[in-house]
């Protein structure tokens, strides 16, 4: 009874926890889950947004982005970055590259080159395994 009291309402609206917007041409425009926000010093910054970004730099061929605690700005951005085989990247190589794509509040500090990542029976990245198998904690 409780969840349900948290996913509606009861003012006729189902609450996804999802956060979007509506663009120029009148389309609904997903941008992330808002329990996944992270909040460095105040800013939003939305994980697929990193990860959309650290996706572009050659090599990479899976990201997950996450926040986790620090002692100064609340949160702190952190990638799972998986490399195709061959590829050399380091997480500095990953802070440098983003660096150039993203305001500075929003590029990962924390930078884990990983040769895989745990996936949901859907296949979509499962962040709570990740959590769990790297004791990543956060707010």
Request: aromatic share 8%; with cysteine.
């Amino acid at each position: 009874p409780e969840a349900n009291a948290e996913v509606f309402p009861g003012d006729g609206w189902f609450a996804t926890g999802d956060v979007a917007y509506v663009d120029d041409d009148g389309d609904l425009r997903l941008v992330d889950r808002r329990r996944e926000l992270i909040i460095v010093s105040g800013f939003n910054v939305y994980p697929r947004e990193v990860e959309d970004a650290l996706l572009g730099m050659d090599g990479v061929i899976e990201v997950a982005v996450m926040g986790v605690t620090h002692p100064y700005t609340g949160e702190a951005v952190k990638a799972f970055v998986v490399a195709e085989p061959g590829a050399q990247i380091t997480g500095e190589d990953v802070v440098e590259f983003a660096g150039g794509r993203l305001a500075r509040f929003k590029c990962p500090t924390i930078v884990e080159v990983v040769d895989d990542l745990p996936h949901s029976v859907t296949g979509k990245v499962s962040k709570g395994r990740l959590r769990e198998d790297w004791g990543v904690t956060s707010l």
